[in-house]
Nanobody, 121 residues
């Protein structure tokens, strides 16, 4: 019903920057929270940042001051600006969003396919 498509991952040197994008499409009536998660090899998936429909933001302690989450409601898109990247930021980054379908007839909670971010030392 709703799809999330991520882009913007890649390889960067430590100290560099990347911006991830995640666009939602489909039977969207509303979008509530939109967030970014990441999963490194051998580790559990963890929350990186989340932004509510009202614009409130929360970040993992490990990325505070370096990452910024934002959203464009008109484009149904969430962004993650990542600065001062560290090798420990290397992971597959996943977008997640939830909301109501068109006609307010049900809810959805969807994950993107993931995008690889690799930070070399």
């Amino acid at each position: 019903q709703v799809q999330l498509v991520e882009s913007g991952g890649g390889l960067v040197h430590a100290g560099g920057s990347l911006t991830l994008s995640c666009a939602a499409s489909g039977r969207i009536f509303t979008i509530n929270d939109m967030g970014w998660y990441r999963q490194a090899p051998g580790k559990q998936r963890e929350l990186v940042a989340v932004i509510t429909s009202g614009g409130s933001r929360n970040y993992a302690d490990s990325v505070k001051g370096r990452f910024t989450i934002s959203r464009d409601a008109a484009k149904n898109t969430v962004y993650l600006q990542m600065n001062s990247l560290k090798p420990e930021d290397t992971a597959v980054y996943y977008c997640n969003a939830a909301g109501r379908v068109t006609g307010n007839s049900g809810s959805w909670d969807t994950w993107g396919q993931g995008t690889q971010v690799t930070v070399s030392s």
